[in-house]
């Protein structure tokens, strides 16, 4: 169990698809105008580039865990003093995967590529994940990691014995199935027990719209409890001792069912 409070806020930008550098100035000047309290922020699935600007195939759009996307984001991890979460196109060889980053402390802490691509293009051009979501740990508190289509597999996303505290969701979801969207971020964190950080993209693209206000964060109960401010950003303080009153106050941990997932 964790046992001090992080703030954390989710960033739920408008994507330039394509436009990598005017994304990476974008969400620097937003990271830099957060309060200086913050100890975590999470950026959308793919948001340096957007979801679904494929049509040149994936090649121009990718990077390697050593390019401009991480270099720039450990830079800014290290000059606030804050760890970042957020998604990219990942390069390894002739494959191409929808990536998700974790940057503490001015360092890459772990990479997670996404195992449940969504129909259509995403499973023709990428390659699914080969390995369980990573669970990191920052500043005490265990935090899984997960991406989008993920929300809706809840054996990939269980937690087993507590081993988790706080679940990430990065996301481009469209607006028209906002209601599922939000009901599986609730049910997620009820049935683990742990708060649900879900960061949507703000703005439009071919897929649809995605509306200010989508993004959430729930605590262990599924009840909401991020602060929305003007500029769209979402605000939560992680209550450790409210994490432990409600895992101690129903304990369905304790009876649940175990499993294997395999890969």
Known sequence: MPTKNINAVLLPLDI?????RH???????????????TDLVILPELFNVGF????????????T????????MCEISE??????????????????????????????QSIYDKRHLFAGPEQKLFRRGEKLSPIV????????????????FPVWN???????????FIANWVHARHYAWRQLIIARAVENQAYVLACNREGRDIYGE???????IVNAMGYSVGIEHPDGSISATLDCKMLESDRQHLQPWRMADDFTIHL
Request: charged share 30%.
């Open 158 to 168: 269980r937690s087993k014995n507590l081993d988790y505290d706080a679940v990430v």
């Open 16 to 20: 330039r698809l394509g436009d990598k």
């Open 79 to 108: 000059e606030f003093d804050i760890s970042v979460i957020g998604g990219f196109v990942r390069r390894e060889g002739d494959f191409f995967f929808n990536s998700a980053f974790v940057i503490s402390e001015g360092k890459l």
């Open 23 to 37: 994304n990476l100035t974008i969400a620097r000047e937003r990271i830099a105008a957060l309060p200086q309290d």
């Open 65 to 72: 865990a050593e390019g401009l996307t991480i270099k720039t």
């Open 137 to 152: 740990n920052i500043k005490g508190w265990n935090i899984r990691i997960a991406i989008c289509y993920d929300l809706r």
């Open 210 to 216: 995605y509306m200010r206000g989508d993004s959430l």
């Open 52 to 63: 679904g600007n494929f049509e040149n195939g994936l090649l121009p759009l990718s990077e």
